[in-house]
């Protein structure tokens, strides 16, 4: 296959639509007439073919490859091909397979057996290519043709329930074998059965089919939920019968993927729909069942998703609902939270805190660090490590760092007009920032509106980020340079840190992280681990910061091992503008 993955961990119907994607099995107990037809096959076009010596394995074969068609050859030892065929035709999961007999083309009376047995089709031995080609091209073309009627649906194109069930038995299987969890979307049109009645089923059924369009569109284009390039992970829209579609999703590892999910589908049904001279408005109601957690069989999860669909529509209707009531609290909560989110630069709630970094020496302020808080609520201020990765998902965090940079720049801007003592600003920066190829631009911008000097700027950049694509990484410090800024790894010890690139990195500062500190000086392996990044640092020629220092035997540890610069609660949390100018004049004066 095109895509790599392995044939027999494909569903057996996704492959019927592609004939010469289809998996031909033969038995046959001579294994040079196998590889004979295997290498016609191959110059044909088919690609799939599992070739089964020994025809006392051939059922245990069968049930394994559930192949698209079998080549059966009728005398062998042991176990002969009349007997495979009449154990296919009793076995219900294959009664339907295409078996084409091979037999020497005089013998009248074998034809006929093998016919009475339920063969498909012959073919002559000695065997002849194109003959070959040739049966094997109409078996599975009217097995194509057999299987887009029993598996798709006529009206929308969809696949139908068998083919959604038999998605649905395999998207299980794949989630045991990989520990991970799936999802069903049961997507239920809301009061279609009024529309029907009062505008006639052949408006109805136009109607349905461009709702599947839609729905297709929204699951396709979204490169969020069909994020792997292996085809069968990938999702897509099912209808199960009148008004009812689903969607699968597999490897969901978190729950807010899935009502985001859910949230598009809704979405996609905004607009209204054009048939005819009618303007048809339409909303969903969707129900959502998690395996394993709601149900480990097949019939318990669709009872449960039928559940909550039920919920849904309950619910007021084009909303979606999971089957968990946890769940649907986690995804509500998570709802207002982004929805809030959204307005909070508007509404002011966002605010620049300020640590001070102190050089541990002279005990004075020395930089500073820009952290932001969002006060949700007269007494809720929400934590950044809860709502920036919040802001990344719903992609706002460029607009929102974009806000941040330009108060960081007006807010040092205006110190400076006090006469406060020049100090750098470090500001952090999100990955998805940081891959952004506007960056350089926007901060090019900030810093000419608020006349600010670059060299006061200084962005940290955590680790992992940086590791993750060294060779962009690399370039773009290197833009980021070019603008006068300086630039620091944040985290450092965290993200596996590639030594070599580390020498290569254009920067001019690493802060350790605050896990190394915590239990300083009394655990070794973090005593050890901190000496070596200060001994790393000092190679480099890098400014090294210790974060989240609390305690005054962890600063002097650091200081007697020769870190210079300390961040932490034990000299100062951070402070808003006001505190910290007031901060900076008491400590830099004495
Ligand atoms: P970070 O950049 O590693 O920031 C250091 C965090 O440690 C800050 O948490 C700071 O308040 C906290 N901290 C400092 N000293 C101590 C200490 O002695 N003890 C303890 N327990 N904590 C200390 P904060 O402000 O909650 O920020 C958390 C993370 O959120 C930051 O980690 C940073 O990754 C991110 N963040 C904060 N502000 C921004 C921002 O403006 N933009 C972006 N993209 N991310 C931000
Ligand atoms: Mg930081
Ligand atoms: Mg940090």
């Given at each position: 296959m095109s895509n790599g993955v392995n044939n027999t961990e494909q569903s057996v119907l996704e492959r019927s639509r592609k004939p010469h994607d289809s998996l031909i099995m033969m038995v046959d107990d001579e294994p040079i007439l196998m590889a004979v037809i295997q290498e016609l096959l191959n110059e044909a076009g088919y690609n799939n073919f599992k070739a089964v010596k020994d025809s006392t394995q051939a059922l245990d074969k069968l049930e394994e490859y559930r192949p698209d068609v079998l080549l059966l050859d009728l005398v062998m030892p042991e176990v002969d091909g009349f007997e495979i065929l009449?154990?296919?035709?009793?076995?219900?999961?294959?009664?339907?397979?295409?078996?084409?007999?091979?037999?020497?083309?005089?013998?009248?009376?074998?034809?006929?057996?093998?016919?009475?047995?339920?063969?498909?089709?012959?073919?002559?031995?000695?065997?002849?290519?194109?003959?070959?080609?040739?049966?094997?091209?109409?078996?599975?073309?009217?097995k194509a043709y057999q299987d887009q009627l029993a598996y798709y649906d006529t009206l929308t194109g969809l696949p139908n329930r068998t083919l959604f069930m038999d998605r649905l038995k395999w998207a299980l299987q794949h989630?045991?074998?990989?520990?991970?969890?799936?999802?069903?979307?049961?997507?239920?049109?809301?009061?279609?059965?009024?529309?029907?009645?009062?505008?006639?089923?052949?408006?109805?059924?136009?109607?349905?089919?461009?709702?599947?369009?839609?729905?297709?569109?929204?699951i396709r284009m979204d490169a969020y939920i069909n994020y792997s390039d292996r085809a069968e992970l990938s999702s897509s829209v099912s209808r199960l019968g009148g008004d009812e579609f689903s969607v699968i999703l597999h490897e969901v590892s978190r729950v807010e993927n899935?009502?985001?999910?859910?949230?598009?589908?809704?979405?996609?049904?905004?607009?209204?729909?054009?048939?005819?001279?009618?303007?048809?408005?339409?909303?969903?109601?969707?129900?959502?069942?998690?395996?394993?957690?709601?149900?480990?069989?097949?019939?318990?999860?669709?009872?449960?998703?039928?559940?909550?669909?039920?919920?849904?529509?309950?619910?007021?209707?084009?909303?979606?609902?999971?089957?968990?009531?946890?769940?649907?609290?986690?995804?509500?909560?998570?709802?207002?939270?982004?929805?809030?989110?959204?307005?909070?630069?508007?509404?002011?709630?966002?605010?620049?805190?300020?640590?001070?970094?102190i050089e541990g020496a002279s005990g004075k302020v020395s930089g500073m660090e820009a952290l932001i808080r969002w006060h949700r609520s007269e007494?809720?201020?929400?934590?950044?490590?809860?709502?920036?990765?919040?802001?990344?998902?719903?992609?706002?965090?460029?607009?929102?760092?974009?806000?941040?940079?330009?108060?960081?720049?007006?807010?040092?801007?205006?110190?400076m007009m006090d006469g406060m003592?020049?100090?750098?600003?470090?500001?952090?920066?999100?990955?998805?920032?940081?891959?952004?190829?506007?960056?350089?631009?926007?901060?090019?911008?900030?810093?000419?509106?608020?006349?600010?000097?670059?060299?006061?700027?200084?962005?940290?950049?955590?680790?992992?980020?940086?590791?993750?694509?060294?060779?962009?990484?690399?370039?773009?410090?290197?833009?980021?340079?070019?603008?006068?800024?300086?630039?620091?790894?944040?985290?450092?010890?965290?993200?596996?840190?590639?030594?070599?690139?580390?020498?290569?990195?254009?920067?001019?500062?690493?802060?350790?992280?605050?896990s190394f500190i915590v239990d300083l000086p009394d655990s070794k392996s973090d005593a050890a681990i901190v000496r070596a990044i200060i001994a790393l640092a000092d190679g480099l020629e890098l400014d090294l910061v210790a974060e989240g220092v609390e305690t005054e035997q962890q600063m002097r540890f650091l200081n007697e091992n020769g870190c210079g610069t300390i961040q932490g609660y034990y000299y100062s949390k951070p402070l808003t503008a006001d505190q910290f100018r007031q901060f900076v004049l008491e400590r830099n004066a004495a």
């Amino acid at each position: 296959m095109s895509n790599g993955v392995n044939n027999t961990e494909q569903s057996v119907l996704e492959r019927s639509r592609k004939p010469h994607d289809s998996l031909i099995m033969m038995v046959d107990d001579e294994p040079i007439l196998m590889a004979v037809i295997q290498e016609l096959l191959n110059e044909a076009g088919y690609n799939n073919f599992k070739a089964v010596k020994d025809s006392t394995q051939a059922l245990d074969k069968l049930e394994e490859y559930r192949p698209d068609v079998l080549l059966l050859d009728l005398v062998m030892p042991e176990v002969d091909g009349f007997e495979i065929l009449r154990s296919v035709r009793s076995n219900a999961d294959t009664r339907h397979l295409p078996v084409i007999v091979l037999t020497s083309s005089s013998d009248a009376a074998t034809k006929l057996k093998a016919l009475e047995l339920g063969a498909t089709d012959f073919l002559a031995k000695p065997v002849d290519s194109s003959e070959l080609v040739l049966r094997l091209r109409n078996t599975l073309t009217v097995k194509a043709y057999q299987d887009q009627l029993a598996y798709y649906d006529t009206l929308t194109g969809l696949p139908n329930r068998t083919l959604f069930m038999d998605r649905l038995k395999w998207a299980l299987q794949h989630a045991d074998r990989t520990r991970k969890s799936a999802a069903i979307l049961n997507i239920n049109l809301d009061r279609f059965k009024n529309i029907n009645d009062t505008l006639g089923p052949r408006i109805g059924d136009a109607l349905l089919a461009q709702i599947a369009s839609r729905l297709t569109d929204c699951i396709r284009m979204d490169a969020y939920i069909n994020y792997s390039d292996r085809a069968e992970l990938s999702s897509s829209v099912s209808r199960l019968g009148g008004d009812e579609f689903s969607v699968i999703l597999h490897e969901v590892s978190r729950v807010e993927n899935t009502s985001y999910v859910a949230r598009r589908l809704t979405q996609s049904m905004i607009d209204p729909f054009y048939i005819d001279e009618h303007e048809i408005f339409l909303t969903t109601s969707i129900g959502i069942a998690l395996y394993p957690q709601d149900g480990r069989e097949i019939d318990e999860l669709m009872k449960n998703v039928a559940v909550a669909t039920e919920y849904a529509k309950q619910h007021g209707r084009n909303n979606y609902q999971f089957y968990s009531k946890e769940l649907n609290a986690m995804s509500e909560e998570r709802l207002k939270l982004e929805t809030d989110l959204r307005k909070a630069i508007e509404r002011g709630q966002l605010e620049i805190y300020y640590q001070p970094k102190i050089e541990g020496a002279s005990g004075k302020v020395s930089g500073m660090e820009a952290l932001i808080r969002w006060h949700r609520s007269e007494d809720n201020t929400v934590s950044p490590a809860d709502f920036i990765p919040v802001a990344e998902q719903m992609g706002q965090i460029i607009p929102m760092g974009n806000w941040i940079l330009n108060e960081v720049c007006r807010q040092h801007r205006e110190w400076m007009m006090d006469g406060m003592d020049p100090l750098k600003v470090s500001v952090n920066v999100s990955g998805y920032q940081f891959s952004d190829k506007d960056l350089c631009n926007s901060l090019r911008i900030v810093l000419k509106e608020h006349n600010m000097d670059a060299a006061s700027l200084m962005l940290e950049i955590t680790e992992s980020v940086l590791m993750g694509d060294v060779e962009g990484s690399m370039q773009t410090m290197h833009d980021i340079k070019g603008l006068g800024l300086s630039l620091s790894i944040d985290d450092f010890g965290t993200g596996y840190s590639s030594l070599s690139y580390l020498k290569l990195f254009p920067i001019e500062e690493l802060k350790i992280d605050r896990s190394f500190i915590v239990d300083l000086p009394d655990s070794k392996s973090d005593a050890a681990i901190v000496r070596a990044i200060i001994a790393l640092a000092d190679g480099l020629e890098l400014d090294l910061v210790a974060e989240g220092v609390e305690t005054e035997q962890q600063m002097r540890f650091l200081n007697e091992n020769g870190c210079g610069t300390i961040q932490g609660y034990y000299y100062s949390k951070p402070l808003t503008a006001d505190q910290f100018r007031q901060f900076v004049l008491e400590r830099n004066a004495a």
